[in-house]
Protein backbone atom coordinates (compact mmCIF):
# COMPACT_ATOMS: atom_id res chain seq x y z
CA UNK A 1 0.00 0.00 0.00
CA UNK A 2 1.16 3.66 -0.35
CA UNK A 3 2.10 4.88 2.90
CA UNK A 4 -1.52 5.87 4.91
CA UNK A 5 -0.95 8.33 7.88
CA UNK A 6 -4.15 8.75 9.64
CA UNK A 7 -4.28 11.73 12.22
CA UNK A 8 -7.37 11.83 14.32
CA UNK A 9 -8.54 13.33 17.55
CA UNK A 10 -7.95 11.35 20.70
CA UNK A 11 -11.25 9.67 22.05
CA UNK A 12 -11.77 6.90 19.65
CA UNK A 13 -11.42 3.08 21.34
CA UNK A 14 -8.88 0.13 19.72
CA UNK A 15 -11.67 -1.52 17.56
CA UNK A 16 -13.19 1.67 15.56
CA UNK A 17 -8.95 2.79 14.98
CA UNK A 18 -8.83 -0.88 13.80
CA UNK A 19 -11.89 -0.68 11.99
CA UNK A 20 -10.69 2.68 10.08
CA UNK A 21 -7.47 1.34 9.07
CA UNK A 22 -9.50 -2.16 7.70
CA UNK A 23 -11.81 0.25 5.58
CA UNK A 24 -9.20 2.36 4.29
CA UNK A 25 -6.43 -0.38 3.39
CA UNK A 26 -9.85 -2.92 1.69
CA UNK A 27 -10.84 0.41 -0.31
CA UNK A 28 -7.37 1.49 -1.50
CA UNK A 29 -6.50 -2.81 -2.29
CA UNK A 30 -9.59 -2.18 -4.84
CA UNK A 31 -9.11 1.18 -6.11
CA UNK A 32 -5.41 1.31 -6.29
CA UNK A 33 -4.67 -2.18 -7.19
CA UNK A 34 -2.46 -3.31 -4.61
CA UNK A 35 -0.53 -6.29 -3.80
CA UNK A 36 -1.11 -8.31 -1.30
CA UNK A 37 0.25 -7.63 2.57
CA UNK A 38 0.73 -4.41 0.87
CA UNK A 39 0.23 -2.80 3.86
CA UNK A 40 1.75 0.49 5.79
CA UNK A 41 -0.98 2.55 7.90
CA UNK A 42 -0.06 4.99 10.75
CA UNK A 43 -2.25 6.30 12.95
CA UNK A 44 -1.52 9.84 14.90
CA UNK A 45 -4.15 11.01 17.66
CA UNK A 46 -4.34 14.92 18.90
CA UNK A 47 -5.91 17.08 21.38
CA UNK A 48 -8.47 18.45 19.68
CA UNK A 49 -6.48 22.12 20.22
CA UNK A 50 -3.76 20.65 18.18
CA UNK A 51 -5.63 20.33 14.92
CA UNK A 52 -7.03 23.07 13.20
CA UNK A 53 -9.21 22.09 10.11
CA UNK A 54 -11.33 24.17 8.48
CA UNK A 55 -13.59 23.59 5.17
CA UNK A 56 -11.46 26.49 2.62
CA UNK A 57 -15.36 27.74 2.72
CA UNK A 58 -17.23 25.02 0.81
CA UNK A 59 -19.21 25.03 4.00
CA UNK A 60 -18.44 21.11 5.80
CA UNK A 61 -18.89 21.29 9.34
CA UNK A 62 -16.35 19.29 10.56
CA UNK A 63 -16.62 17.72 14.33
CA UNK A 64 -14.36 15.76 16.76
CA UNK A 65 -14.72 12.91 14.59
CA UNK A 66 -12.70 13.97 11.91
CA UNK A 67 -10.07 11.89 9.85
CA UNK A 68 -7.37 13.39 7.60
CA UNK A 69 -5.93 10.56 5.65
CA UNK A 70 -2.11 11.66 4.18
CA UNK A 71 -0.86 9.37 1.64
CA UNK A 72 2.34 8.70 -0.09
CA UNK A 73 2.03 6.83 -2.97
CA UNK A 74 3.36 6.12 -6.42
CA UNK A 75 1.52 7.83 -9.09
CA UNK A 76 -2.30 6.66 -9.21
CA UNK A 77 -4.38 7.77 -12.05
CA UNK A 78 -7.03 9.79 -12.31
CA UNK A 79 -9.76 7.85 -12.32
CA UNK A 80 -8.39 5.33 -9.70
CA UNK A 81 -8.41 8.43 -7.45
CA UNK A 82 -11.54 10.15 -7.77
CA UNK A 83 -13.07 5.85 -7.07
CA UNK A 84 -11.05 5.78 -4.14
CA UNK A 85 -12.12 9.30 -2.16
CA UNK A 86 -15.69 8.77 -3.06
CA UNK A 87 -15.58 4.63 -1.90
CA UNK A 88 -13.98 5.90 0.96
CA UNK A 89 -16.06 8.28 1.96
CA UNK A 90 -19.23 6.15 1.33
CA UNK A 91 -17.61 3.19 3.17
CA UNK A 92 -16.73 5.11 6.24
CA UNK A 93 -20.46 6.65 6.63
CA UNK A 94 -21.85 3.85 6.22
CA UNK A 95 -19.84 1.23 8.01
CA UNK A 96 -19.12 3.94 10.96
CA UNK A 97 -21.29 6.33 11.05
CA UNK A 98 -18.34 9.16 10.20
CA UNK A 99 -19.83 12.18 8.26
CA UNK A 100 -18.36 12.82 4.68
CA UNK A 101 -17.95 16.50 6.34
CA UNK A 102 -15.23 14.71 8.35
CA UNK A 103 -12.94 13.32 5.91
CA UNK A 104 -10.44 14.63 4.33
CA UNK A 105 -7.64 12.94 1.49
CA UNK A 106 -4.41 14.64 0.58
CA UNK A 107 -2.15 12.20 -1.89
CA UNK A 108 1.39 13.28 -2.12
CA UNK A 109 2.96 11.45 -5.15
CA UNK A 110 6.68 10.06 -5.65
CA UNK A 111 8.79 7.45 -7.79
CA UNK A 112 9.50 3.71 -7.13
CA UNK A 113 13.13 4.96 -6.12
CA UNK A 114 11.91 6.96 -3.17
CA UNK A 115 11.09 3.61 -1.25
CA UNK A 116 13.01 0.95 0.78
CA UNK A 117 11.13 -1.29 2.73
CA UNK A 118 14.19 -2.46 5.07
CA UNK A 119 17.88 -3.76 4.79
CA UNK A 120 18.61 -0.33 3.18
CA UNK A 121 18.12 -1.86 -0.30
CA UNK A 122 15.55 -0.08 -3.25
CA UNK A 123 13.75 -3.07 -3.59
CA UNK A 124 11.57 -1.65 -6.29
CA UNK A 125 14.95 -1.01 -8.15
CA UNK A 126 16.51 -4.13 -7.25
CA UNK A 127 14.11 -6.51 -8.85
CA UNK A 128 12.96 -8.00 -5.79
CA UNK A 129 9.58 -6.29 -5.99
Known amino acids: MPL ?3 DMIKGRNKEEIRKILDIAYQVASKEFHLLPRDRFQIVTQHE ?10 LGFTRTNQFLMFSITSSPRRLE ?6 ARLVKELN ?6 PDDVMINITCNTKED ?3 GHGEAQFLNGKL
Open 80 to 85: DKKRFY
Open 115 to 117: WSF
Open 94 to 99: QQMGIS
Open 48 to 57: PEEMIIEDVG
Open 4 to 6: MRV
